[in-house]
């Protein structure tokens, strides 16, 4: 694509790969992300995530959770 510099298709994965994240910061579960967001499976949703972002899912929400845990409460909204 002329915009982003992706081929089409490497666009279209990126784009189901951002909604599933969406789906986990709701607090869906990472199959049901993986579902909603037209992945075959979680294993299919994982093994993507690390190929583009370079870490699993998992970790990646344990380290959101471990920045949110310390936050101060008068900080959040």
């Known amino acids: 694509m002329e915009q982003t510099g992706l081929p089409l298709r490497s666009y279209a994965k990126w784009l ?3 909604q599933a ?3 986990l910061a709701c ?3 990472i199959t049901t992300a ?3 967001s037209g992945f075959s499976d979680s294993a299919h949703f994982s093994r993507t995530f690390r ?3 370079g870490i699993d899912p998992s970790s990646a929400l ?3 959770n471990l920045h949110e845990a310390s936050v101060s409460p ?3 909204p």
């Open 16 to 18: 189901r790969l951002t």
């Open 21 to 23: 994240v969406r789906y």
């Open 62 to 64: 344990a380290e959101v």
């Open 34 to 36: 993986a579902h909603e």
């Open 51 to 53: 190929s583009l972002l």
């Open 27 to 29: 607090g869906q579960p």
């Open 74 to 76: 008068a900080l959040r």
